[in-house]
């Protein structure tokens, strides 16, 4: 089966379970290493008013079991493979418009494609997002306004 359809699968099966339990749904991927099939799975639980909530072995574990089962049923996967169920982390990377939207304010560490101004990675606030680019201040002051194009990884900057 298509990598897509696996997740698209996983997706639709878990949803109603996520929503009922109080976590979203952050990231979904179905990726070959090696030579060993990854169905990977990462789960966030919404705060209010913007807060923190983090989830624990607990969470990843019964959406993992509940998963497991409804996959077991469902079969949708032709070869072997690992589930796992996990937090998208505190580095976590920034792929759909709504995780860029709720790291407004934040610190993020971005690698580009390709060099702009003698940089491929840059870190500061992500001030701003359209849709289409971002903008953000680096640690000396320098604003950037960069197409998501030209972005091949973004992740939160873990600040200690």
Known sequence: MAR?????????????????????????????????????IYIDRPGEAGEEVRIG????????RFLSEALD???????????????????????RPEHYRRALGKAVDIRLYRGKEGKKNITGLLENFSGKEIVLTDEDGKRWKLELTEIAKARLAVVL
């Open 73 to 95: 049923v469902a079969d949708p996967v032709d070869q072997n493979y690992y589930l796992e169920v996990s937090s998208p982390g505190m580095d976590r990377p920034l792929i």
């Open 4 to 40: 897509k359809k696996v997740t698209a699968v996983a997706e639709e099966l878990l949803q109603p379970f996520l929503e009922r339990e109080g976590y979203e749904l952050y990231h979904t991927e179905f990726v070959k290493e090696g030579s060993d099939w990854f169905l990977r």
């Open 57 to 64: 072995t607990g969470d990843c574990e019964k959406v993992s």
